[in-house]
């Protein structure tokens, strides 16, 4: 893996799990990150760790996230070129027993926490001056939710310059 030196990374749910590590990697890789997290004091005793800055928010609120996306590029001193939405949620419970507001709360952690945050964050990925580094967006979401529907987040953002790259993790019935 290539160096992040320059490099200015948000990562969700980077508190804990695969966010916190991801953000640990892209801090010991040289990118400069800011963690968000709905948590605030775990968001920030897991910054004072890694040497990064925190923000808040509940991704399921878009309003709290452009805020957050705000604050975080105040924290780089400019605009974010890397994003990682790890933030997500899971009910450890077989699926025939979630209800509907346990689903409802899935996704709207996993699938429009990280929509909204893809657009508050890649329209100004868009406008950034061209890189000799391609700029990349990472989304996770349950995939037979999302399957086959990032081609149009794909073709918004290719004309940036932007690439986008979505890794899916899987959902068991049993």
Excluded: C
């Amino acid at each position: 893996m290539t160096g992040f030196g320059g490099r200015r990374a948000l990562v969700t749910g980077g508190a804990s799990g695969i966010g916190y590590a991801t953000a640990s990697l892209l801090s010991e890789l040289g990118a400069e990150v800011v963690l968000l997290d709905l948590d605030a004091d775990a968001a920030r005793r897991a910054a004072e760790r890694l040497g990064a800055q925190a923000v808040t928010a509940d991704v399921r609120r878009p309003e709290e996230v452009e805020g957050a996306v705000a604050d975080a590029t105040r924290s780089l001193a400019g605009q974010s070129d890397l994003l990682v939405n790890a933030a997500g949620i899971y009910r450890f419970r077989p699926a025939l027993d979630i209800d509907v507001a346990e689903w409802d709360d899935v996704l709207d952690t996993n699938l429009r926490g990280p929509f909204f945050l893809t657009q508050a964050v890649a329209g100004a990925m868009v406008e950034l001056p061209h890189l000799p580094f391609e700029r990349l967006h990472s989304l996770t979401v349950p995939q037979r939710v999302f399957a086959g529907k990032e081609e149009p987040v794909k073709f918004a953002l290719r004309p940036g310059g932007v690439s986008y790259d979505a890794r899916t993790p899987s959902l068991s019935f049993k």
